[in-house]
């Protein structure tokens, strides 16, 4: 047992300012859960929070059907590091690996859409980690099944399905959005009928707006998933809404902010966020 304190008035000066520090700190708590709710970074001038996981087993067992259908998910593992490369190819020959698992059922109403994921054959992307992304992307609660009209599931190339998502080079994803009736100038990504196709220039290295401002590559990932998909599920090119706000999922920020802030979401704080219609 410990002995009392031979001074015990040289000690009320520490118990005041563990007094004072306390709710000091639980004020900066406080801010700090605010900013991180709102989307923004420290600085308010950027979306920077890398993106969470997934809630894609809740959202399977939402559906008592669903989840019978979709195989469990496996337990969450740590990964190293991405290495980007310094160099990677251009063109290819056009042809695919797709991945062959299906996936869980994203969403908790409405009819489900299939969907496949295919790498072009001479890319050095593992198919299932691309897959993987895919699903964290359109399987988040703020993405697309937040409107709760449909569902989404991917399936191997020999199932039947709705559309498919290629990660094709520069030149390969020129040819096929062109002959889809899109001039992409060896740039951006597209969609085309049944087809999202992202550039994969773009998902190696973003675009200058998000690097700039220090938005992660894995946000721009996001972003150029949902937006392409969005056109998949019909929706048309939006325009910033004004200085300083976050921009809506179907602004082309591919080609720039234009004032507003990153956003890779079609919804934000459980609500459809749109701009007005136009494209830049």
């Known amino acids: ?24 700190l639980l004020v ?19 979306w920077t929070d890398p993106d969470p996981p997934a809630a894609i087993a809740s959202a399977a067992s939402a559906s ?9 998910s496996p337990s969450p593992s740590v990964s ?10 251009k063109s290819g020959p056009g042809t695919w690996r797709y991945a062959t698992d299906q996936g869980p059922v994203l969403g908790t109403a409405g009819n489900v859409l299939h969907f496949r994921v295919a790498i072009e054959t001479n890319v050095a992307v593992d198919v299932a980690g691309f897959a993987s992304k895919i699903d964290q992307a359109l399987g988040d609660p703020r ?31 020129t040819k096929m959005c062109a002959a889809g009736g899109t001039d992409t100038d060896g740039y951006t990504s597209c969609r085309t009928v049944g087809k999202v196709i992202i550039n994969l220039d773009r998902w190696y290295l973003s675009v200058p707006d998000y690097v700039n401002a220090g938005i992660p590559l894995d946000t721009y990932r996001t972003y150029v998933i949902n937006h392409e998909s969005g056109h998949q599920f019909g929706h048309g090119h939006e325009l910033c809404p004004g200085n300083g706000k976050l921009a809506p999922i179907m602004e082309q920020q ?7 802030l990153a956003n ?17």
């Open 64 to 72: 008592p059907s669903a989840a019978a259908s979709a195989p469990a």
């Open 28 to 46: 900066g708590l406080v801010i700090v859960g605010v900013r991180v709710a709102s989307g923004l970074s420290s600085t308010g001038t950027a």
């Open 254 to 260: 591919t080609l720039g902010l234009h004032g507003c």
């Open 143 to 173: 993405s697309w099944i937040a409107g709760h009209t449909f569902r989404l599931q991917r399936v191997p190339s020999t199932a039947k399905y709705d559309f498919t998502i290629y990660l094709a080079t520069e030149a390969t994803s």
């Open 264 to 280: 890779p979401w079609p919804y934000v704080d459980g609500r459809r966020y749109a701009g007005p219609s136009g494209h830049y």
């Open 1 to 24: 047992m410990s002995q009392p304190p031979h001074r015990p008035v040289r000690r009320a000066p520490r118990r005041l300012a563990v007094a004072v520090a306390v709710p000091v």
């Open 80 to 89: 190293p590091p991405e290495v980007i490369p310094t160099s990677f190819p």
